[in-house]
């Protein structure tokens, strides 16, 4: 499009890798003494500290809570005896370790799935530098995991049709009201299904229209939403910037020729239409009804000859 829009509410996505939840870590030698240590500790904010072993390469963990139980002692005197005792006595040598690219669902699973003494224990991350995930840090992303997850169609990523909804009224209401902005829906058909479907599978399908919402998303603008409305359509949304109709119309126009554009050249066709809500007001029901509406007028373009669609393999 010619004009970017503005700034967009979009929703922050979940964190989905290890990677993202984890932050540095101070990393102390095993042969550090605890009260070395025990000045680290007084930042609220730090929960563990990575233990290194320079004569094995060992890495161990010794978190907040560890350390406070060891220098308590069972009788009260742990204080006195450990003050001068090596870090590395009081370290757990096995703790769980997960490369950064752990899924948040899987670091979670395997912390869970540790002994109850150590289950709450930080996850351990290596890298140039060692970074930490808490357990309470891990649940809360596993729950933005999990929200984002059921937000999405499974099979193609987008955003699910109720969502998609939501998201119009979210904005309608937040970004649209009481400005001269509007919102653009542009809704896109994919034709050719059935006849691909019956060639080549529905697993050539499903594919077929993987690659079209992978597409859609590349050729959107930054600050889009793309969602998938039924079986075989597809919606993009947009904020506009504060113009005038004339230039709201060209705006609908570039951005459904380009998203149409970047699905062209596969084995089915996608047509498109659009929907632009009045300056300063929007309704949900009545953009999809417009877009909804328009797919269904707008003519099909015809499917090509039954030779140029794939074919399931045969034996």
Do not use: K
Request: charged letters at 20%.
């Amino acid at each position: 499009m010619p004009t970017a829009a503005p700034s967009q509410p979009t929703r922050a996505l979940a964190p989905a890798r290890l990677g993202e939840v984890a932050a540095p870590v101070q990393v102390v030698s095993a042969l550090d003494v605890m009260s070395d240590v025990e000045v680290l500790f007084r930042a609220p904010q730090r929960t563990c500290v990575v233990v290194h072993d320079a004569q094995t390469g060992a890495v161990g963990l010794l978190t907040r809570h560890r350390y406070t139980e060891v220098m308590t002692g069972r009788l009260g005197y742990g204080r006195a005896v450990m003050t001068r005792r090596e870090v590395g006595h009081a370290a757990d040598w096995s703790p769980l370790v997960l490369d950064a690219g752990t899924s948040v669902v899987d670091a979670a699973r395997a912390a869970m799935a540790r002994e109850a003494a150590v289950r709450h224990d930080d996850v351990l991350v290596p890298g140039p530098s060692w970074s930490a995930a808490s357990t309470a840090d891990l649940v809360q992303a596993l729950t933005g995991a999990l929200a984002d997850r059921a937000a999405r169609d499974p099979l193609t990523g987008v955003l699910s049709r109720a969502h998609l909804v939501a998201t119009v009224e979210t904005w309608a209401a937040d970004a649209v009201a009481g400005t001269r902005r509007r919102l653009l829906l542009v809704g896109l058909d994919v034709d050719g299904m059935g006849d691909l479907n019956a060639s080549a599978g529905f697993g050539a399908g499903d594919d077929a229209l993987r690659t079209i919402a992978s597409r859609l998303r590349e050729a959107a603008p930054a600050g889009c939403v793309v969602g998938r409305l039924d079986g075989d359509a597809f919606g993009v949304l947009v904020l506009l910037p504060a113009v005038y109709d004339d230039r709201a119309a060209e705006l609908a126009v570039t951005l459904r020729e380009r998203l149409v554009g970047a699905c062209a050249g596969g084995p089915v066709t996608v047509r498109g239409t659009t929907s632009t809500s009045l300056a300063g007001w929007a309704d949900a029901n009545l953009l999809l009804l417009e877009v909804e509406r328009g797919l269904r007028s707008a003519p099909r373009t015809p499917s090509g000859p039954a030779s140029d669609l794939p074919t399931r393999d045969r034996a």
